[in-house]
């Protein structure tokens, strides 16, 4: 199993910032990528940032140019700079990590950080 401990949500002012970090423990050998998961109240959960072993990164339309995901593979900690931020940004962000055993992938889920953008 995989636990995380993540950080950094809250509530901002539109156009202001935050920064969310999600670090991960026990069985975090075989790791390949970690990524960043947004749900809205009435909606469904959607990819925001995935970052992979090798660097490789993906955003969603929405927060491309304002959101930047990086990773620490030493500490297995992702961490998600949210910048430019709007009330469409709120909701419940989720860091999720992919594992690849046996060609097998396992996907394990934080518990959720609030993320509230309001005047």
């Known amino acids: 199993q995989v636990q995380f401990v993540e950080s950094g949500g809250g509530l901002v002012q539109p156009g202001g910032s935050l920064r969310l970090s999600c670090a991960a423990s026990?069985?975090?050998?075989?790791?390949?990528?970690m990524g960043w998961y947004r749900q809205a109240p009435g909606k469904q959960r959607e990819l925001v940032a995935r970052?992979?072993?090798?660097?490789?990164?993906n955003y969603a339309d929405s927060v491309k140019g304002r959101f930047t995901i990086s990773r620490d593979n030493a500490k297995n900690t992702v961490y998600l700079q949210m910048n430019s931020l709007k009330p469409e940004d709120t909701a419940v962000y989720y860091c999720?990590?992919?594992?690849?055993?046996?060609?097998?992938?396992?996907?394990?889920w934080g518990q959720g950080t609030q993320v509230t953008v309001s005047s």
């Open positions: 970052i992979t072993n090798d660097g490789s990164t």
């Open positions: 999720r990590a992919d594992r690849s055993i046996l060609a097998t992938i396992y996907s394990y």
């Open positions: 026990g069985s975090t050998f075989s790791i390949y990528a």
